[in-house]
């Protein structure tokens, strides 16, 4: 049980990144790579101030996904203002960010062991002792409640991220942005200031990236410069995963199947953990467990199990392929 | 009212592939009239409307619309007093979203997009009223990606989205060049519903001289980025295609002869 | 009006559209939750004098491979055998933040009976998470930073463990015998490694203290590991390079010895290994015996010892490695005191 709960935390403090790289792989369509830098500036902005216990846990959040947001922004100004290619100006900051991250700590790693974190305080408000090992029963399975507490904070938070998330892609300006991913030419008639608009995207993109490791830091007790690497290759794999699984790209079910692709993903590598003993394989089996899930279901698909559902609203729409020459 | 100035563009300037695609045009379009602008392939009739448009900034000259100097304005800034339909059908829509979403943006331009709802109810009873207008049976799929669209009915939604908010100047690139003749006479009839509707300012491209005789009250030929001929009022109606193709034919035996004079000219005298 | 789908639509359409994946991750949790059950049953059964060991390493790296063979080996030594005393799982997070915590998670859940730790990210990871079960750390510079505790003799309840710091003094003494003049000496490191960079410190205070100035040059990627030795070797009056222990240098360091020997410096080595790579010579207090020391300090917990009442160590032994071939080509002489103290030679 703990495994589980442990498992689900960090693949629900993960999603948080998986929805911010949703924003520019999906809307924008390229994968910004500054996200690994921001992700590690986010745990490391974070470490360092509830080291330094001036800010409430949350202010820590704030700041520190402030923090990304400037990361992303200057991301967005080198690749619309100086024209730079997408993927280098990602590459770029992500580099700057590392030595950043190192002058924001001091140090490669700081240790945040007994210090209060969104975590405690969200034990301290269900009055959970953070010393004694209390466990509750979930369905007749005895589960750490401190384990349980970690698991619905990084459930709430998750919610939180994606329902604002979907509300602002739902507002004028969020139509603007994703316009302008989609067509920036009809966005720039339709008068939207797209270079404004990527690097807004950008920032709120990375500001979520950014959040994800202010919580990774706070939850694992210690922020690492090396936190972020890999990150955005798995936040992606989050996003199509989730993708594949939900085959719909709504922007409701996009930013709930990231989530779950997230959540999905981690279950997979904490079985692979479980049962790849040798070390070597873990990442192996983790990749043929992933290729299994997705292929799984198309096999099925044939049968009437996975049967897709007629969509009377999409019936309706099926037009003949386009008249154009 | 719009005002162009002795308008120059150079394109890759300095390089071999250096192309002046506009010189000294300078033109005048009164408020509510229609002007075609007639050229042929790479006579720079897009690039004038283009430059219109803010896709570029001018190397010189001005461009005032209503009193307002936007010669300098980026795109968008533009954008607030300008609509467009472009030639190809896809361009003028985003095809992941839907056909609400797209008509939401449509209705703010020129406007301060905010943090407030773009689908609000009352928004998508003013998008099914207008979507009906144009027939086609698209205002209950307001809620489908406008990528399921054929080109056609996306074109009429580009144009109903252009005028959405009565723009100061509609420009029309080609707009139903890359139709079918059936779907492009279509769009083509709505887009005189929709101008004289609403008496906007239009500027068209077009290649067709058909097109350029049936619609606007002034033809305007463009020729290697100069305005070689200006018909309108009376010198406009009495215009026949045939009257056009032979100024087209004139011009061809003069982009022969030209570079076989200077042939022989260069072999005479260098 | 436009008439839009009602909301007792969308509570149909939404969770027909999410049922595939939902079910997916129910049977992903149904199969984690029922198959970490047997483990918990399973070590039950056989608690006793069989013990059920853990190796978690952060990364895959020479020191870290080093440090989970010294575990195996001090094992061994103790005249415990696999398979009639003991079995031991091992775990490797492959530098992934996030699948450390689920190995945490998955060891903690799985009840071992003394969980190892290889570098300093492991031990945090597990010092944040298990309160319980014995942890012994090994290839950890400053397990005070890291917040294992107040002071190697008070700390965290259930850790211990071996601090993996080199013998600086003692490499700056070996410098000065060998080359009484030497007047600066080198090294790459990592500033991303909170090892490295105390190290790199400890090495500058160590020498600065006998007259001699240290050049570093910083290198963040395997990559930049050959490039940040020809710089260190060119045009900057280093005599020796004295190379710390870390990950990077560590995989990377026949670039370090390339760059060194086209301007014929010599190498020194905080890694046992490094002399017979072609070093001069290597001083080390390595991980590899740090991993040994950690074997040995859990099987005093196995036998009962508490760890609280275990301080932390320092690695026991030092050991001196000379490869004469490579003294030689670099052009140093190794004075006779110095020969005849080494453990071994390289020929």
Not at chain 1, 44 to 65: K, Q, Y
Not at chain 1, 239 to 256: D, F, M, P
Request: charged share 20%; aromatic share 8%; net charge neutral.
């Amino acid at each position: 049980m703990p495994l589980l709960l442990g498992t689900f935390t960090i693949g629900f403090i993960l999603s948080i990144l998986a929805i911010g790289a949703l924003i520019s792989f999906r809307i924008f369509n390229f994968a910004d790579i500054t996200s690994e830098g921001s992700l590690a500036l986010g745990a490391s902005a974070a470490a360092v101030l509830i080291a330094a216990r001036s800010f409430d846990p949350f202010t820590v959040l704030l700041i520190a996904s402030a923090a990304g947001a400037a990361a992303g922004a200057v991301t967005g100004v080198l690749h619309t203002k100086f024209k730079i290619n997408a993927l280098l100006a990602g590459i770029l900051v992500m580099t700057a960010l590392y030595s950043v991250n190192l002058h924001v700590m001091g140090k490669s790693n700081v240790a945040l062991m007994n210090e209060e974190t969104v975590f405690t305080f969200f034990n301290k408000c269900l009055s959970i002792s953070e010393t004694a090992n209390k466990t509750v029963s979930v369905f007749g399975w005895p589960a750490g409640a401190k384990d349980l507490s970690g698991a619905a904070l990084s459930f709430i938070l998750a919610l939180v991220c994606g329902t604002a998330l979907f509300w602002f892609l739902r507002t004028e300006l969020g139509s603007a942005m994703r316009a302008t991913g989609d067509n920036p030419q009809m966005a720039s008639a339709l008068g939207v200031n797209t270079d404004l608009m990527v690097i807004a995207g950008l920032a709120l993109s990375n500001a979520l990236a950014a959040l994800s490791g202010a919580l990774l830091a706070s939850y694992q007790g210690f922020a690492d410069v090396q936190i972020g690497i890999g990150m955005l290759v798995w936040g992606l794999a989050s996003v199509i995963i989730g993708e594949t699984l939900v085959r719909e790209k709504s922007i409701g079910l996009a930013i709930t199947s990231a989530v779950m692709g997230s959540v999905f993903f981690r279950l997979l590598v904490a079985i692979a953990l479980r049962f790849g003993m040798n070390p070597n394989d873990m990442k192996l089996i983790t990749a043929l467990f992933v290729l299994m899930a997705l292929i799984l279901p198309s096999l099925g698909r044939g049968g009437k199990f996975f049967k897709k559902k007629a969509d009377p609203k999409e019936d309706a729409a099926a037009t003949k392929p386009s008249e154009i020459v | 009212m719009l005002e162009l100035n002795g308008l120059n563009k150079t394109f890759n300037y300095g390089t071999p592939d250096e192309v002046k695609a506009l010189s000294e045009v300078s033109l005048g379009i009164a408020s509510g009239s229609f002007t075609v602008i007639l050229g042929t392939n790479g006579s720079g009739k897009s690039t004038l409307l283009n430059a219109v448009a803010g896709t570029f900034i001018v190397d010189s000259g001005a461009i005032r619309l209503n009193g307002r100097d936007i010669t300098a304005s980026p795109e968008h800034v533009r954008a607030a007093f300008i609509g467009r339909v472009f030639q190809n059908p896809f361009s003028g829509t985003a095809p992941n979203m839907t056909i609400a979403e797209n008509l939401s943006i449509a209705s703010m331009r020129g406007k301060n997009r905010r943090f407030s709802t773009a689908l609000s109810g009352a928004a998508m009873d003013g998008f099914y009223s207008r979507v009906k207008e144009l027939n086609m049976g698209l205002e209950d799929r307001l809620e489908n990606n406008i990528g399921s669209l054929s080109g056609g009915q996306r074109q009429a939604l580009t144009l109903l989205m252009a005028c959405w908010n009565r723009p100061e100047l509609l420009l029309l690139d080609e707009h139903t060049a890359a139709l079918d003749p059936k779907t492009g006479a279509k769009v083509l009839e709505l887009t005189k519903t929709v101008i004289e509707k609403d008496k906007l300012t239009t500027f068209m491209v077009t290649h067709s001289m058909q097109q350029a005789v049936n619609l606007g009250d002034r033809i305007v030929m463009v020729y290697k980025g100069k305005i070689i001929h200006d018909f309108s009022g009376a010198d406009k109606k009495a215009l026949k295609p045939k009257d056009l193709y032979e100024l087209f034919e004139d011009i061809k035996r003069r982009e022969m002869i030209d570079p076989a004079t200077s042939e022989i000219l260069k072999a005479n005298y260098v | 009006m436009y008439k839009r789908l009602k909301y007792s639509e969308w509570l149909i359409y939404y969770p027909a559209k999410l049922f595939p994946a939902l079910a997916l991750i129910f049977a992903a949790s149904a199969l984690l939750l029922f198959s970490s059950q047997k483990a918990a049953e399973k070590a039950g059964g056989t608690a006793g004098k069989f013990f059920r060991l853990a190796v978690v390493a952060y990364s895959d790296t020479p020191i870290s491979e080093e440090g989970r063979r010294g575990i195996k080996d001090g094992l061994m030594e103790t005249g415990m055998d696999e398979k009639r005393d003991y079995e031991m799982a091992e775990y490797s997070a492959h530098s992934d933040a996030a699948a450390l915590n689920g190995i945490i998670d998955a060891v903690k859940n799985a009840d071992y009976d003394l969980i190892f730790t290889i570098s300093t990210p492991a031990l945090q990871a597990a010092l944040k998470k298990i309160q319980k079960t014995p942890v012994v750390f090994s290839s950890t510079g400053d397990p005070i930073g890291a917040g294992a505790g107040k002071s190697f003799s008070s700390h965290a309840e259930n850790v211990t463990g071996i601090c993996s710091m080199s013998d600086f003094s003692g490499m700056i003494k070996l410098v000065k015998e060998i080359s009484p003049d030497v007047k600066k000496i080198g090294t790459v490191f990592c500033p991303a490694e909170i090892n490295s960079v105390l190290y790199k410190d400890c090495l500058k205070k160590a020498a600065e203290g006998e007259g001699i100035s240290l050049e570093t040059v910083p290198a963040n990627s395997a990559g930049e590991v050959a490039d940040a030795a020809n710089s260190l070797c060119e045009g900057r009056g280093v005599e020796i390079i004295c190379q710390i222990a870390d990950n990077l240098s560590a995989a990377s360091f026949p670039a370090i010895l390339k760059a060194a020997a086209a301007e014929r410096i010599p190498v020194f080595g905080f890694i046992e290994s490094d002399a017979k790579k072609g070093a001069a010579l290597s001083y080390a207090k390595d991980y590899y015996r740090g991993g040994i020391d950690s074997a040995k300090l859990a099987f005093r917990i196995l036998k009962g010892e508490k760890p609280a009442g275990i301080p932390f160590e320092y690695i026991s032994k030092t050991t001196l490695v000379i490869n004469k071939k490579a003294a030689e080509t670099a052009g140093i002489k190794i004075p006779k005191a110095v020969a005849d103290r080494a453990d071994s030679f390289i020929e």
